[in-house]
């Protein structure tokens, strides 16, 4: 991506059933399904060159959006 291009995404986050151990093997092993921590999700996208981390969580669900820097 371009500097100061936007990225805007909608995933899974460890949050009300997602935190039970077993839903998420399920989910993985299964499915391919990885179930992020919005901690994780902030650190991966600062080692990748993108800052301006903004979130909101819905239950199991994460809309975040990040700019390239």
């Not at 997602?18 to 902030?42: M, Q, S, T």
Request: proline letters at 0%; zero cysteines.
């Amino acid at each position: 991506m371009k500097k100061g291009a936007r990225l805007a995404v909608m995933t899974f986050v460890t949050k009300r059933f997602f935190r039970f151990r077993r839903i998420r093997e399920h989910l993985e092993r299964d499915h391919g399904v990885h179930v992020f921590d919005v901690e994780e999700l902030n650190d991966l996208l600062t080692r990748t060159g993108f800052g301006e981390f903004d979130h909101k969580v819905y239950g199991s669900i994460i809309l975040f959006s990040a700019e390239k820097s």
